[in-house]
């Protein structure tokens, strides 16, 4: 697959939920919900916890307060980075990959009307989304951009903090995300990333599975390759944790063990 055939059936997958975002599609298209067998495990949902897929219950409860449905109801995400980035009143965040705007809503909040908040994606449906749910929730310190994660529509050396929540694992080109991360940050700056990864590799003939892919399965790649590719452009102090424990997932057949993990890393 090129880069561009992988590109165009995220696109249109993400398309598809955001047009249809009131309907069941929402709940089972998720990189947790019912398209991957081993989606719900990886993100720490176990087969029988009655949801599902992760979406909202990833967050606190009392972090979703005031935020309507068709915020809550579109989370995608494989985690809350929105914690661990451990924000501060005044901060300016960049979201890759922000889909609906919940992540984005949500760092609004932590950072204040000093604050700023970008939201970049490249589905125009899914923007369209985010800008309807802005105009719901009155956030005025939150905006959103069409563009693509591998070359950032933001300025060099302007945000404090860069988020992303089970994205990066959908790119095709992952060391331009990060060279572009790394552009776009301050001096000191960091990241706070939920993503799913793999202990190993896909075959090439499961990698080349487009609906896995777009279902955040088999694009991910190994941890090690993962958080390799972050140093070799300058990040330091990177650190990654496990969110379910190797019990909770083991691998199929012909497939490494995949789980969702929480990534922090500083620019110098």
């Known amino acids: 697959m090129t880069d561009q055939t992988i590109h165009e059936v995220v696109r249109s997958h993400y398309g598809a939920i955001a047009r249809n975002s009131d309907s069941e599609l929402t709940l089972t298209a998720s990189c947790c919900g019912g398209t991957s067998a081993t989606a719900g495990a ?32 579109l989370s995608l995400g494989c985690g809350d980075p929105v914690t661990i980035a451990t924000l501060h009143e005044g901060e300016r965040v960049l979201d890759l990959g922000s889909g609906g705007g919940i992540d984005c809503f949500l760092a609004a909040k932590r950072v204040g009307i000093l604050g700023h908040v970008i939201g970049v994606d490249m589905t125009p449906e899914m923007i369209a989304k985010a800008n309807a749910n802005k105009a719901k929730t009155g956030f005025r310190n939150v905006e959103f951009r069409l563009g693509q994660i591998e070359a950032l529509p933001v300025s060099a050396d302007s945000v404090d903090v860069i988020m992303s929540n089970c994205v990066i694992n959908l790119s095709p080109d992952k060391q331009s995300v990060f060279k572009e991360s790394f552009r776009v940050l301050k001096s000191g700056g960091r990241v706070a990333i939920s993503d799913i990864v793999t202990e190993g590799e896909f075959s090439p003939d499961l990698r080349a599975q487009t609906d896995q892919w777009a279902a955040c399965v088999t ?26 424990t190797a019990d909770v997932v083991t691998p199929q057949q012909g ?13 110098p």
Do not use: H, N, W
């Open 42 to 73: 990886c993100c720490g949902i176990s087969a029988d916890s009655g949801t599902d897929g992760c979406g909202s219950s990833l967050y606190k409860v009392e972090m979703l307060e005031g935020l309507p449905i068709d915020v809550t109801g």
């Open 219 to 244: 694009g991910a790649i190994d941890v090690q390759a993962y958080t390799d590719m972050m140093a070799r452009v300058g990040f330091v102090d990177i650190t990654v944790v496990d969110k379910v």
């Open 255 to 267: 497939m490494p063990r995949i789980y969702s993990a929480r990534i922090t890393a500083r620019k």
